[in-house]
């Protein structure tokens, strides 16, 4: 289905860093990567940025970003479905939004394979990054074992279908489409691969939450993404940009991806 794949949505290049750079690396590849991006004449309205650091480098990231006036976004790699309370170890919705984080990484496959993260955990902590402002970056992908059984679309398709739960109309998601198999191994999916099933969950978002949703809803690719492959993705009507795990910590890799619009024959 041919859900408003025309609309204009503002594409969106998000580095998630997993458990990498410390918040003294993090203050200083941020500003490698605002200040390469801007002698680069990059137009950060038309292609937005944004970066996923762990925990105990936000705070560093949002000082910087805001006495810098950074024109770059930043968020958490996860949040707990609470608000506060006797949960060790977790960080509530709340703390994020008042460090200014704009996104909330959600159902990351690490967090649903190496964490035992369930369907149902993930629509909490969905519903809980929208009661504190946090848009929540969805991630939802097929393993290798399901490619083979299922084929591709329909454990991304059901992933998303559960995250919504409890989501009413109108909320401010991003859905990111990341089959397992291309996290980190240098096999990404193909254009045409990533199309159809981001195709398919714009469908799910319509079915869920309404056409209008559905057409102004992000929905990025992520696996293995490169500057060398990122432009034959963002060629898809239905892909408005990627997840980008290990070629994020790359300053170059990096800005390079972000700029996908220059490259040759993109
Ligand atoms: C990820 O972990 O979200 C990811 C897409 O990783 P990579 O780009 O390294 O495949």
Redesign the pocket.
Known sequence: MAVAASVRRTPLIAG?W?MNLDHLQAIAFVQKVAWSLKDAGHDFAAVEVAVFPPYTDLRSVQTLVSADKLPLAFGAQDLSAHDSGAYTGEISGAFLAQLECRYVIIG???RRNLHAETDEQVAQKVTAALKHSLTPVI?VGETAEDLEKHGQSAVPVGQLRAALAGVTSAADIVV?Y?PVW????GQ?ATPEQAEQVAAQLRATIADVLGEDVAAKTRILY????KAANIASFMREPNVDGA??????LDVTEFASIVRYQKHVGA
């Open positions: 998630n997993k990351h496959s690490e991630c990111a990341e291309a996290i980190g191994s990404a992520g696996g293995s993404v997840l980008v795990g290990g070629a994020s």
